[in-house]
């Protein structure tokens, strides 16, 4: 794993700090989808790292491009 930004690192189990207004998919054409599908509560991981501090984050429902610092790390 290789550490970057904000010392986030691509396989890094982290959860939402806030609720969302709407989700954003990684699919190749992206579109929003409602935020009710994943909860604060749950669990994601980092798939990848992307420009602008944004990354490319799996949960249960699928997978979304979220700002780093909308993303809190798994206490340890």
Do not use: N, W
């Not at 986030?8 to 700090?17: A, C, P, Q, R, S």
């Not at 669990?43 to 993303?71: N, Q, S, W, Y």
């Amino acid at each position: 794993m290789c550490k970057l930004f904000m010392d986030m690192t691509i396989g890094e189990k982290v959860y939402l700090k806030v609720s969302q207004p709407y989700l954003k998919t990684s699919d190749p054409m992206p579109m929003l989808r409602p935020p009710d599908l994943v909860s604060v509560e749950e669990l994601g991981e980092i798939v990848a790292l992307l420009p602008k501090d944004m990354a490319r984050v799996r949960f249960r429902r699928g997978t979304f491009i979220l700002r780093l610092d909308h993303l809190k790390s798994e206490p340890s």
